[in-house]
């Protein structure tokens, strides 16, 4: 019985339905203000993993999946416990505030994505990509 239980569990795991808890989580990152470094993308925003509609003229961003699926209860991405929480942005000497709303797909782990407002407070939208840093606020 137990070889049949490690068995199921060995297919879960590989199936991506096991997930461990990321090494340094965004949530302790949260309580000890650890500043994470990234690029910085933008995207247009819509309806977000965090089932908010979010627009072009808000302070809003995506984080990597990497992050934001481990806290995401049952499968539903709507009570994910990252979303509306605070980050600060600071890029050569510049900084802005975003609020967490969705979800990257294409992001590494600490690459942030925002809406192109957003990006062109901090940095040409031409470069397209760009180093940052941010923390939790």
Request: hydrophobic share 40%; with cysteine.
């Amino acid at each position: 019985m137990q070889s049949i239980n490690k068995l199921i569990l060995a297919l879960f795991a590989t199936s991506g339905l096991v997930s461990a808890a990321p090494a340094t989580s965004p949530l302790s990152a949260l309580a000890s203000r650890q500043t994470m470094s990234g690029d910085l993308t933008y995207y247009t925003p819509g309806l977000g993993a965090c089932g908010v509609y979010s627009g072009e003229e808000d302070a809003v961003v995506a984080l990597s999946w990497q992050l934001f699926d481990p806290y995401t209860p049952n499968g539903n991405p709507n009570n994910n416990s990252l979303c509306g929480k605070k980050i600060h942005i600071s890029l050569g000497g510049k900084k802005a505030t975003v609020t967490v709303a969705d979800r990257c797909t294409g992001c590494q782990l600490d690459d942030l994505d925002v809406p192109v407002k957003v990006f062109a407070s901090l940095a040409d939208p031409d470069v397209g990509r760009t180093k940052m840093t941010w923390t939790w606020a």
